[in-house]
T-cell receptor, first 114, second 115 residues
């Protein structure tokens, strides 16, 4: 399984930008980079994904390094509601191309200070 | 509202007493999956289903069964629960199982305690 490495925890202040890093040096050419987050007592929530180009949506931006061995999730203005565990995941297909599996690691616990 | 609904949300039961956790989605998704979440181990896939009547094992299928008779429902069955199946369970769905970057939608989880 391709693996990702994230810091265990990060802190931010409310209304400031947050840059959450992720290393994935063993990524293959067909692996999509997904970000999910999990708020306390809830199921994981999709945030954003990308393959090669930087991506923006209403929740966040995803910056992907040119060699694709790392990426950064950017929350432009953190709010208290953004406090969660953020997971960087490589979406892999199994050998038969039949399973869209997400392998969740330990993620980064983001604390947002008022 | 588009959602994945799991029931029950909490259950305490005893070893060997068969139980079923239901999962239903209203988004007409083809792909559905079950995960369990344990401290220090992250989320691990139990079973998945590419479409009606098509199911397959994930990473930790032992002790579990599933069925997919209808597109919207994907129940998780524990025929003879054991204490090592005490965990937080999540059902998820996505439009398709393959293709680029399909986001998965997760339910709010079912916390099972097997005594």
């Amino acid at each position: 399984d391709a693996k990702t490495t994230q810091p265990n925890s990060m802190e931010s202040n409310e209304e400031e930008p947050v840059h959450l890093p992720c290393n994935h040096s063993t990524i293959s050419g067909t692996d999509y980079i997904h970000w999910y987050r999990q708020l306390p007592s809830q199921g994981p929530e999709y945030v954003i994904h990308g393959l090669t180009s930087n991506v923006n949506n209403r929740m966040a931006s995803l910056a992907i390094a040119e060699d694709r061995k790392s990426s950064t999730l950017i929350l432009h203005r953190a709010t208290l509601r953004d406090a969660a565990v953020y997971y960087c995941i490589l979406r892999e297909l199994n050998s038969g191309g039949s399973n869209y599996k997400l392998t969740f690691g330990k993620g980064t616990l983001l604390t947002v200070n008022p | 509202e588009a959602q994945v609904t799991q029931n029950p949300r909490y259950l305490i039961t005893v070893t060997g007493k068969k139980l079923t956790v239901t999962c239903s989605q209203n988004m007409n998704h083809e792909y559905m999956s079950w995960y369990r979440q344990d401290p220090g181990l992250g989320l691990r896939q139990i079973y998945y289903s590419m479409n009606v009547e098509v199911t397959d094992k994930g990473d930790v299928p032992e002790g579990y069964k599933v069925s997919r008779k209808e597109k919207r429902n994907f129940p998780l069955i524990l025929e003879s629960p054991s204490p090592n199946q005490t965990s937080l369970y999540f059902c998820a769905s996505s439009l398709y199982g393959t293709g680029g970057g399909q986001p998965q939608h997760f339910g709010d989880g079912t916390r099972l305690s097997i005594l």
